[in-house]
């Protein structure tokens, strides 16, 4: 009876010695596991935020470039043409053609920019140049947007960039120009948000600080005005 007791107290002590050891290393493993994702996770989302951080500052020089660009346009012959109210069809079609023509080889050159537009209702002239990626429905789409926009005047050159909700996709656009004739570029805000970040949905991504302040600025503006 005694050499089962102690064969039984053997055991127990046994199993108390081996738990004593294995438990704080399985405690350990996990947590080493546990740290080691979030530093993994943590390293991925910081990686994300520099690739984006960098294209909006990529963004915001094309932005530069296109108000130059754009902001010239209007001040040519071809421009004051549109704005003047050409009543010769032949003269304003040539004028809205030459424009559309340096519009075409700019856009290339511009690889976050989704769409320009010229619009001119004193002229009847209306005429645009889509990205590839942009399907015919949302053109059709961007197309009603400006052309509602500028039929009811509702945006001019001094409100600066703005931010809208188009057809389910978000666009940064701006109008130059006025008196019912306007150029428009368009900036499809997925460019920036979803095509440098390595994850399932582009929607889990939060903007960039330096994109966020540009959106700041956008709202302060329609604020003021």
């Not at 424009?99 to 645009?128: M, N």
């Not at 990626?133 to 053109?139: E, N």
């Not at 059709?140 to 400006?146: C, G, I, K």
């Not at 390595?198 to 991504?205: E, Q, T």
Request: include cysteine; charge should be positive; glycine fraction near 4%.
């Amino acid at each position: 009876m005694k050499s089962v007791k102690k064969e039984v107290s053997f055991r127990r002590k046994l199993m108390t010695a081996v738990l004593s050891v294995t438990l704080p290393l399985i405690a350990l493993l996990l947590f080493s596991n546990l740290y080691s994702t979030q530093a993994f996770n943590r390293k991925i989302a910081d990686s994300n935020m520099r690739t984006m951080d960098y294209r909006a500052g990529r963004m915001e020089e094309q932005l530069d470039s296109v108000n130059d660009f754009l902001t010239g346009l209007t001040v040519s012959d071809d421009y004051r043409t549109l704005s003047g109210g050409e009543k010769t069809p032949l003269k304003a079609y040539l004028a809205s053609y030459t424009l559309i023509t340096q519009l075409k080889t700019a856009l290339p050159a511009y690889g976050d920019v989704g769409a320009f537009f010229i619009y001119s209702a004193p002229s009847d002239a209306e005429r645009d140049i889509f990205d590839d990626s942009i399907s015919y429905a949302q053109k059709e789409r961007l197309r009603a947007f400006v052309r509602d926009a500028v039929e009811n005047n509702t945006y001019s050159y001094n409100m600066q960039w703005r931010h809208a909700e188009i057809g389910g996709k978000a666009y940064l656009f701006r109008f130059y120009g006025g008196r019912g004739t306007y150029l428009v570029a368009m900036v499809p805000l997925a460019a920036l948000v979803c095509r440098p970040v390595s994850i399932p949905s582009c929607r889990r991504v939060l903007p960039s600080l330096r994109l966020m302040r540009t959106i700041a600025a956008v709202q302060k503006a329609i604020s003021t005005v």
